[in-house]
């Protein structure tokens, strides 16, 4: 077994060892321990990213760089979310955010689209478990279980379709989006623990359908679009009360969907790290509303940039479309009362975030014009 292969096979199963150890410590221990092991499973993805398996040993997406950088983004994700967290007595909930990211990663490298949605189903079935054992939680995990399975369902039946049919694409499409969680169509998150299972689980949904895109062919990719872009606008005439605000976190989903519709991959994965970093329950945060409407010199600025270099050859007027959306969404993101202070964030999570996102945006650029992507 060579070194890129045992530190796949390693950062695919760190997250689940992370999910053990965090479980079996005492709760006073275990955000520490939590903190520990997300950082050290993202600096093994990382090494996968830069030094990945590739030959005999490697197939499919192992070999597509957008994919091992999705990766990261989902491992960086965990990190954030584990900081942000606090103690919490519940050992299976206190695990739900590693297992959950465990199972994104082998979705996401699945030699079948259909292994991989299964995995994504297993995924969520254990977090409707977890969520679900309190006394009268019941009815909120049979919603959770209900959305996202249909979403399943609905891709599968359209693989089970003729390659490239308009029936086939739209279907596709349509569980896309409800894996994703776009506003309006998907699960409405109800409380702040429900990021620890949805924030990969979007994650890898998005990563997938990158994949799932040779199968639906052009109606799948202007389903997506067209989806994507009634999400930005949504946000867009949103307000700025906390409401409004909650908007904000299926956005940079949305701008991803578009990009994947686009064949703009790493557009697409800069507005996955946004996800990440800054979506979930972090949006009610002036600092990640911020990141989120793409204001420079973050990720998903830079993934504006590329995705509309992109989209002025596809279609100029959805081009001229999402970019009045963007803007929109840039001036509902502006706190009332000015930045003022609120640039650079007091906590040590949105300041990590922040850092990453910033230099995300430098350093995707370079690794382009390096062929990296």
């Not at 695919?12 to 221990?29: E, H, I, K, N």
């Amino acid at each position: 077994m060579t070194i890129p292969v045992f530190l796949a096979a390693l950062a695919f199963a760190w997250p689940l060892l992370g999910a053990a150890v965090v479980m079996s410590v005492s709760t006073p221990r275990s955000r520490d321990v939590a903190v520990w092991m997300a950082g050290i499973g993202c600096l093994l993805a990382l090494a996968v990213f830069l030094f990945p398996a590739t030959g005999a040993v490697a197939t499919g997406w192992d070999d597509d760089p957008v994919q091992r950088a999705g990766r990261v983004m989902l491992s960086c994700g965990l990190l954030l979310t584990v900081l942000e967290s606090r103690d919490m007595a519940d050992r299976f909930l206190r695990g739900l955010p590693h297992v959950s990211t465990a199972l994104a990663g082998l979705a996401c490298v699945a030699p079948d689209p259909v292994i991989g949605l299964g995995i994504l189903e297993a995924s969520l079935a254990y977090g409707v478990f977890v969520f679900s054992r309190p006394a009268g939680q019941a009815r909120a995990g049979w919603a959770l279980v209900r959305t996202g399975s249909v979403g399943i369902f609905l891709v599968l039946a359209g693989l089970l379709l003729p390659v490239g049919s308009p029936s086939a694409g739209l279907m596709m499409a349509c569980g896309i989006v409800m894996l994703a969680g776009l506003t309006p169509f998907g699960q409405p998150w109800r409380a702040e623990n429900d990021t620890f299972l949805f924030l990969p689980f979007a994650g890898a949904a998005l990563l997938l359908a990158m994949r799932l895109r040779v199968h639906g062919g052009e109606a799948f990719d202007n389903a997506l679009v067209a989806a994507g872009l009634a999400s930005v606008w949504l946000t867009a005439c949103a307000g700025r009360s906390d409401d409004g605000m909650r908007l904000f976190r299926t956005f940079p989903s949305a701008l991803a969907l578009i990009a994947v519709g686009a064949q703009a991959d790493v557009a697409a994965l800069l507005f996955l790290c946004g996800w990440c970093l800054a979506g979930g329950s972090r949006s009610g945060r002036s600092w990640a509303a911020r990141a989120l409407a793409c204001f420079p010199p973050g990720a998903p600025f830079v993934g504006c940039l590329l995705l509309l270099s992109m989209m002025s050859d596809w279609s100029w007027i959805f081009t001229v479309l999402t970019v009045a959306g963007i803007l929109c969404a840039v001036v509902r993101a502006v706190p009332a009362g000015g930045f003022g202070r609120d640039i650079w964030p007091d906590d040590v999570a949105g300041r990590m975030a922040c850092s990453v996102l910033v230099l995300t945006g430098f350093l995707v650029p370079l690794a382009m014009m390096l062929g990296a992507f």
